[in-house]
T-cell receptor, first 114, second 113 residues
Framework: AQTVTQSQPEMSVQEAETVTLSCTYD???????LFWYKQPPSRQMILVIR??????QNATENRFSVNFQKAAKSFSLKISDSQLGDAAMYFC???????????FGGGTRLMVKP | EPEVTQTPSHQVTQMGQEVILRCVPISNHLYFYWYRQILGQKVEFLVSFYNNEISEKSEIFDDQFSVERPDGSNFTLKIRSTKLEDSAMYFC???????????FGSGTRLTVV
């Protein structure tokens, strides 16, 4: 079974600065997908960014980018120019091709200081 | 942008009562899911549904739970006899292809008293 680990329960960043959230996973599959979801206080789950394991190029979505290290099974999220609205829980998730569901990490609570 | 819609947003029920949580997935999606999140904890997979049948379920999804797609658009989760520990946020999600990501609804907060 796949496992996803987020080792930082809480992180803090100054507004306009950059922060990196860590995620590691364990799998025996070679083809899979990785996701970062944002959960604001409303508790809705919002897709931030996704990465296909077969792609070497790191995904980027505006201020959000990932550092995907397949050999190390690492998938970190970098948020540049942090904004107050970025404050939320962030969940890393694994989606396999063989399996059907997403497996989530325990989450990282990001606080943004004005 | 297409949305997954969940109703109600909040439900309070007495222990032992049956509850039905409702979801309307995105219309061209083929795979449907229920997840739950106990307050302060991680998001846990309950069940996946494809081609009008359950494709996978977790150990949490015991005989007290059932899912249905009664009319081709709604996707429901029924809990037959609720327990206090069923109190959680329940999320419905749907997807077309894994690469496109999973779209989540805004959740139903279930409180069992």
């Amino acid at each position: 079974a796949q496992t996803v680990t987020q080792s930082q329960p809480e992180m803090s960043v100054q507004e306009a600065e950059t922060v990196t959230l860590s995620c590691t996973y364990d799998t025996s599959e070679s083809d899979y997908y990785l996701f970062w979801y944002k959960q604001p206080p409303s508790r809705q789950m919002i897709l931030v960014i996704r990465q296909e394991a077969y792609k070497q190029q790191n995904a980027t979505e505006n201020r959000f980018s990932v550092n995907f290290q397949k050999a190390a099974k690492s998938f970190s999220l970098k948020i540049s120019d942090s904004q107050l609205g970025d404050a939320a829980m962030y969940f890393c998730a694994y989606g396999g091709n063989a399996g059907n569901m997403l497996t989530f990490g325990g989450g990282t609570r990001l606080m943004v200081k004005p | 942008e297409p949305e997954v819609t969940q109703t109600p947003s909040h439900q309070v029920t007495q222990m032992g009562q049956e509850v039905i949580l409702r979801c309307v997935p995105i219309s061209n999606h083929l795979y449907f899911y229920w997840y739950r999140q106990i307050l302060g904890q991680k998001v846990e997979f309950l069940v996946s549904f494809y081609n009008n049948e359950i494709s996978e379920k977790s150990e949490i999804f015991d005989d007290q739970f059932s899912v249905e797609r009664p009319d081709g658009s709604n996707f429901t989760l029924k809990i037959r006899s609720t327990k206090l520990e069923d109190s959680a946020m329940y999320f419905c999600a749907s997807r077309e292809w894994v690469a496109h990501g999973y779209t989540f609804g805004s959740g139903t907060r279930l409180t069992v008293v």
